[in-house]
C-alpha cells in the first residue's frame, strides 16, 4: 500500500528559532492560565466549603460579597420570586480574591496574545513559504494587514518536528 504524500516546509535556523520561542511563550502562557484558574478554583472550593448556606456560590464584582441565588416556590410572592442569600467578605477574603481573580483575567489575557502570536507566526511562515493559491483555501489577515488565501491542506494549520525545522500540514 503506497504512503500518502505530504507537502513541507523546511524552516531557516531563524525561523526554527522564532518558531521555538513562539511555541514556549504559549506553553507558558497554558502553564500560567491553568496555575490561576487552579488558585482561583480552590479559593473558591475553600470558600464554598466554609459557607455551605451558599450553594452555587458567586461573588459580588466588588468582591464585598458572595452570594447565591435561591428561588422561591411560593408563586403569590411577586416581585420576590427569587432571593439572594449574602455573607460579606473579610478584608483578607476580599484582597485574596481580587488578586486571584485579576490574576486570572491577566493569565487569559497573555493566553489570548499568544495564541494570536502562534497563530500569525504560522501563517506569515506559509506566507512566506507558500506559492499565492487564489483559487481557495482560507483566507486569513496578516498583523500588517495584508489579506492572503492559505491553500489546502495547509489551511487547517500546521505541526512542527520538535526541532522546528520541518512544518507538516495538520
Not at 461573588?59 to 447565591?68: E, G, H, L, R
Not at 499568544?114 to 483559487?135: E, G, I, T
Request: aromatic share 10%; net charge negative.
Amino acid at each position: 500500500m503506497a504512503q500518502e504524500v505530504v507537502p513541507v516546509i523546511y524552516l531557516s535556523t531563524d525561523e526554527a528559532a522564532k518558531a521555538k520561542q513562539t511555541a514556549q511563550d504559549l506553553k507558558s502562557a497554558l502553564d500560567r492560565r491553568s496555575r490561576a484558574f487552579a488558585a482561583w478554583r480552590s479559593f473558591n472550593q475553600s470558600f464554598q466549603a466554609a459557607h455551605p448556606e451558599l450553594p452555587d456560590l458567586h461573588f459580588s464584582s466588588d468582591f464585598q460579597v458572595a452570594f447565591a441565588k435561591k428561588n422561591v416556590a411560593n408563586s403569590n410572592s411577586f416581585p420576590f420570586e427569587a432571593e439572594a442569600t449574602t455573607v460579606e467578605l473579610s478584608a483578607e477574603e476580599r484582597k485574596k480574591a481580587e488578586s486571584l481573580h485579576q490574576d486570572m483575567l491577566q493569565a487569559k489575557r497573555l493566553l489570548d496574545q499568544a495564541q494570536k502570536s502562534w497563530l500569525d507566526y504560522q501563517n506569515q511562515l506559509l506566507f512566506d513559504h507558500l506559492p499565492p493559491n487564489p483559487d481557495g483555501g482560507s483566507v486569513v489577515t496578516l498583523p500588517s494587514g495584508k489579506s492572503i488565501t492559505i491553500p489546502n491542506p495547509w489551511g487547517s494549520g500546521v505541526v512542527f518536528t520538535p526541532d522546528f525545522r520541518v512544518a507538516v500540514p495538520r
